[in-house]
């Protein structure tokens, strides 16, 4: 007889279900043996709403930063429905709304909301699904703070964007807040001179580069100072822009991202020293800093780093043919033992151009993994971590929240709007655009 079950490693006959939820449900009732990292994460996320903190799952012991947004309290109503209710009362408000309204979900959302996306993608896709859509007056982005306003900064601005629950931050892109790039920026200032004048090769100083999981405000720092954006797709094709510019990149938030394009490219570690902001020339000697080809910010993603060079072992003892691919966010170990490194949509893609039966090892958030298991049966593919521990920001959004927007917004009122000042969108609408130049 086949199960439903949260897999981690399927066996042949299963029937996967591609909901993480389930899974956890199940792990805390006991009808499943696997494990998860905190068995709060079958309670509704309202519960954790109230208080500051990410909320359980692999963000949670990251630190909030003072003033993150919190969501208001949830209305009794769909805190109290079933989800059968809330599926029906989702379509019901999406057919009402019909045209007026897009949905977007981030392949690292639950399946209960992606259900109900009309675009599911990455976070750039996502932003240029809203652009398809100029007419529609609400976007809601399913998704993190930081995609919400990259949406914001694309759409046109009568386009009001959504996010269902504004307690859904990154805590990755939270790592660098505008403060302490400031701070950053004064002090290679003080040790490089003018980071405005170029030397005899015609290259300044720094150049700042943001990874897209990072706030408009450091978007706009970046557009201001003659920088640019990356996403994990092109992290390289920046990093030359910005090596044909000058003679070192700022790069934040992500020290892995970073480092493991930067070493790809050749960058040998040693000129790559790291910034972290609770520290004096951010822990570094300015010999380090001079000789520096990449300063990589002090900041990671909770859930890539909990993937370890020692899951890859054992999933090549237990399957000697399996191919192992990880985000780039996994520290460099983890990238250096896998056998490809990409962005969501490199795995999906992937995955989707196998012909033949493969086994699959992923290194990515355990929403995604799980779909694509469910969704190419005819792979085994598994999630390197053994712990069930999704995205802790993107597990905010849960139906309830997707159901309250969408009926508010049938009643007339818009709930949750995210929107970046003018002040801030032009400056960080330019270091968008710059890549968008630099795509080869
Ligand atoms: P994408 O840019 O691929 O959507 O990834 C976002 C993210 O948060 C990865 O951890
Ligand atoms: Fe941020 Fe990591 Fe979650 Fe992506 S997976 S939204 S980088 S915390």
């Known amino acids: 007889m086949s199960a439903t079950f949260l897999t981690l490693q399927p066996r042949p006959g299963d029937e996967i279900d591609p909901s993480v939820d389930h899974g956890i449900q199940a792990i805390v009732s006991g009808a499943s043996t696997a494990e998860t990292c905190n068995t709060d994460l079958a309670a509704g996320p309202w519960d954790f709403d109230a208080r500051p903190g990410y909320g359980p799952g692999s963000s949670m012991g990251d630190v909030i930063p003072t003033g993150a947004p919190r969501q208001g309290e949830l209305p009794a109503e769909y805190r109290a429905a079933s989800e059968d209710e809330l599926h029906a009362r989702i379509r019901a408000a999406k057919a009402a709304l019909g045209e007026r309204v897009v949905v977007l979900g981030h392949f690292y959302q639950r399946e209960e909301v992606v259900t109900h996306a009309d675009y599911v993608g990455d976070s750039f896709q996502l932003a240029n699904a809203a652009l398809e859509h100029p007419d529609a007056e609400a976007i809601v982005f399913c998704g993190v703070h930081f995609m919400a306003e990259t949406a914001d900064l694309l759409s046109r601005p009568e386009q009001a964007v959504i996010l269902p629950n504004l307690a859904a931050g990154c805590s990755m892109a939270d790592m660098a807040s505008i403060d302490d790039v400031e701070e950053c920026w004064e002090q290679l200032e003080d040790i490089y001179g003018d980071l405005t004048a170029p030397d005899a090769d015609g290259l300044v100083p720094v150049v700042p580069v943001t990874y897209m999981n990072s706030s408009a405000a450091i978007k706009g720092f970046v557009g201001r100072h003659g920088g640019i954006v990356c996403t994990s797709s092109n992290a390289r094709t920046v ?29 040998p570690l040693a000129q790559m020293p790291m910034w972290n902001p609770r520290k004096p020339l951010g822990g570094s000697s300015a010999d380090e800093l ?53 962005s969501t949509d490199y795995i999906r893609k992937a995955i989707a151009a196998a012909s033949e039966p493969t086994t699959f090892a992923i290194g990515t958030e355990i929403n995604l993994v799980q779909r694509l298991a469910a969704q190419f049966p005819q792979h085994k593919i598994f999630c390197l971590d053994p712990v069930v521990c999704p995205c802790s920001t993107m597990y905010r959004i849960h139906p309830g929240y997707l159901a309250w927007v969408l009926e508010r917004l049938v009643a007339g009122e818009v709930v949750n709007r ?19 130049a630099a795509k080869p």
């Open 418 to 436: 995210i929107t970046v000042p003018a002040d801030v969108a032009d400056p960080a609408r330019v270091a968008l655009e710059r890549m968008l």
């Open 239 to 267: 990093l030359e822009w910005a090596f044909a510019r000058g003679r070192r990149v700022l790069f934040f938030p992500d020290q892995h991202l970073g480092r493991n394009t930067a070493k790809a490219m050749g960058v």
């Open 290 to 342: 001079d000789g520096a080809r990449v300063i990589l910010w002090h900041g990671f993603c909770s859930v890539h780093r909990r993937f370890t060079v020692d899951q890859i072992d054992k999933a090549r003892a237990e399957h000697p043919d399996v191919r192992v691919i990880v985000h780039p966010e996994c520290p460099m170990a983890v990238v250096d033992a896998a056998d490809e490194a990409g």
